[in-house]
């Protein structure tokens, strides 16, 4: 953890600019899914998945798990990644379900996503400093919109990050 990151965050309250430019103070960070999808495609990437979850996942679809790792995972980072396929928006993650809801990007796996989706936005490397939360937000338009996410949360969620 960067104790940059820390020096940051943990002094609350925290402070962004708003649109107008002024600058606002809160005790945390707003955060709302607009399910755009976004954050599980573009640029190949990486979705790193650890033991348990692999096991869960293998579970879920009802395969082996060393057919899971054959068909939905590849090696990255020192570790274990799903695969993307490329689409029409980029490179999807392998469970990503654009098809379901018309206009919606579902995750496929949701409830046993990687904890890496389970903790986006709150990731270490998007704490460090108040740019990186927005260059975050560049991509992400959930950022700074929707109900406010309390600082103790947030500070929880950055810690079970693995990124
Ligand atoms: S990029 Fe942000 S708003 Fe879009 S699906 Fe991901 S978390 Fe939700
Ligand atoms: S597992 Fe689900 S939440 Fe994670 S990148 Fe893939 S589609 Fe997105």
Known sequence: MSPDGDAWYEAAPFG?????????????LRFS???CGNCCSGVPG???????????LAERLGVREDDFLQRYTKVADG?????????????????????????????????????????WPFWKR?????????????TCPGINRGPLHPASMV?????????
Do not use: K
């Not at 962004?16 to 809160?26: K, P, S, T």
């Not at 990486?46 to 869960?56: D, F, G, P, S, Y």
């Not at 993650?93 to 919606?104: A, E, K, M, Q, Y």
């Open 16 to 28: 962004l600019a708003d649109a107008d430019g002024r600058r606002r103070v809160e005790d945390g």
């Open 33 to 35: 899914c607009t399910m």
């Open 46 to 56: 990486t979705v790193m998945v650890n033991v348990r979850e692999i096991v869960a």
């Open 79 to 119: 570790g274990v990644s799903l695969v993307e396929r490329l689409t029409a928006y980029g490179w999807d993650c392998v469970f990503l379900d654009r098809t379901s809801v018309p206009g919606i990007a579902l995750c496929g796996v949701y409830s046993d996503r990687p904890e890496q989706c389970r903790t």
């Open 126 to 138: 998007n704490l460090v400093d108040e740019r990186s939360w927005a260059r975050a937000s560049a």
């Open 155 to 163: 500070r929880l969620t950055r810690d079970a990050s693995p990124i």
